[in-house]
């Protein structure tokens, strides 16, 4: 964008009105329903269930959320578990994937020294 200018215009085709169902425990669910400019229910668009939590670690807590694949909230209540399981693991073979990344390319800088009389 020329000079850093951001571009804050609402797209006013792609409007949600979000509610949020938490069990005051671990899980939470956003459920976003689409809506018209005027505030109206758009039903031609299906609503959106993302589910949320937390998982403890020792540098504190770590979100974790997932898109849940359902049209109701007793579908997303249903599906919650299985989701934040898949992106529980998910998010584990991504720091694995990082933490070998990273240790191949230490790998790779000790390679680089030079030393002198060789």
């Given at each position: 964008m020329p000079n850093n200018q951001i571009d804050f215009k609402v797209d006013k085709h792609n409007l949600y009105?979000?509610?949020?169902?938490i069990d005051l425990q671990s899980a939470s669910i956003r459920c976003l329903t689409p809506i018209k400019p005027d505030g109206t229910l758009d039903e031609s668009r299906e609503k959106v269930f993302v589910g949320h939590t937390q998982l403890m670690s020792p540098q504190g807590p770590v979100p974790?959320?997932?898109?849940?694949?359902?049209?109701?909230?007793?579908?997303?209540?249903?599906?919650?578990?299985?989701?934040?399981?898949h992106a529980m693991e998910e998010m584990i073979e991504n720091v694995k994937r990082m933490q070998?990344?990273?240790?191949?390319s230490?790998?790779?800088?000790?390679?680089?020294?030079i030393v002198p009389g060789r």
């Open positions: 009105r979000e509610e949020n169902f974790l959320h997932a898109p849940l694949k359902v049209s109701t909230l007793e579908e997303a209540m249903t599906n919650f578990p299985e989701a934040m399981q070998q990344e990273q240790e191949q230490n790998r790779n800088e000790g390679s680089r020294i």
